[in-house]
């Protein structure tokens, strides 16, 4: 069966420079490879043959680099964003979407079974499924607790906080083409609250396994030393 993935490759990395400076984000090496490469070579691992990326930041670098998919006999093809369209608006401008398809960001680091992911997805039926994770933020401050008379009640020195987070990966039917509009910056906050406010269940599965999504230096940094795990 033919399975089809979406990276997309078009955003600057401005959070991740200097390392954006002369190269696309997800061309910055982990270890000896891209993380284009990883991501791809595990979504061959998975069954996916027919990957497309949404370019735009350094586009011609990308397409010298990656090819036509022959290196991992699938194809790869290209879809070119003239303007920056964010995350889901690129998804109007690609052609002959299948019924379900997994969409992936090109900064993303994880053991994900991104196979077993999209199995759960179509078992759903579902609109559109997101991969989650928790994540652990510390709070850089000391936070004060206050009662409606001004006076501190309860105090804490740089509490850590758990969250549910999108990991960048999701699955999705072709009908969400239904609610992006065309040719317009259009992100995946702008889908889910959309989908949202029309009462389209979106479903979530959790990943416990890793996940790193290498958005800052200190993110890259991290990667570089877990790359080992990947390569």
Not at 147 to 175: D, I, Q, W
Request: proline share 4%; with cysteine.
């Amino acid at each position: 069966m033919s399975k089809r993935a979406i990276i997309l490759a078009g955003g600057e990395g401005t959070r991740l420079k200097p390392y954006t400076l002369s190269m696309p984000k997800p061309l910055v090496p982990i270890g000896e490879k891209p993380i284009l490469e990883i991501i791809i070579s595990q979504l061959v691992e998975n069954g996916f043959n027919h990957i497309t990326m949404t370019i735009n930041y350094l586009a011609d670098m990308i397409k010298a680099i990656i090819g036509d998919g022959s290196k991992w006999g699938i194809k790869i093809d290209y879809s070119l964003e003239k303007i920056a369209l964010s995350t889901m608006g690129p998804m109007g401008l690609i052609d002959n979407l299948p019924k379900n398809f997994l969409i992936v960001n090109g900064d993303v680091l994880t053991d994900l079974d991104y196979s077993t992911f999209y199995d759960y997805h179509c078992e759903q039926s579902s609109i559109f499924t997101i991969s989650s994770f928790i994540r652990s933020v510390k709070n850089d401050y000391g936070v004060l607790e206050v009662n409606k008379n001004r006076s501190l009640t309860n105090f804490k020195e740089k509490p850590v906080s758990k969250h549910e987070v999108s990991m960048g990966v999701y699955c999705a039917n072709r009908e969400i083409l239904n609610y992006i509009p065309t040719n317009k910056y259009y992100g995946f906050d702008d889908l889910m609250l959309n989908l949202i406010n029309k009462n389209i269940t979106v479903k979530v599965k959790r990943h416990s396994g890793y996940w790193l999504d290498i958005g800052r230096p200190e993110d890259y940094e991290r990667a570089c030393k877990d790359s080992k795990k990947f390569l």
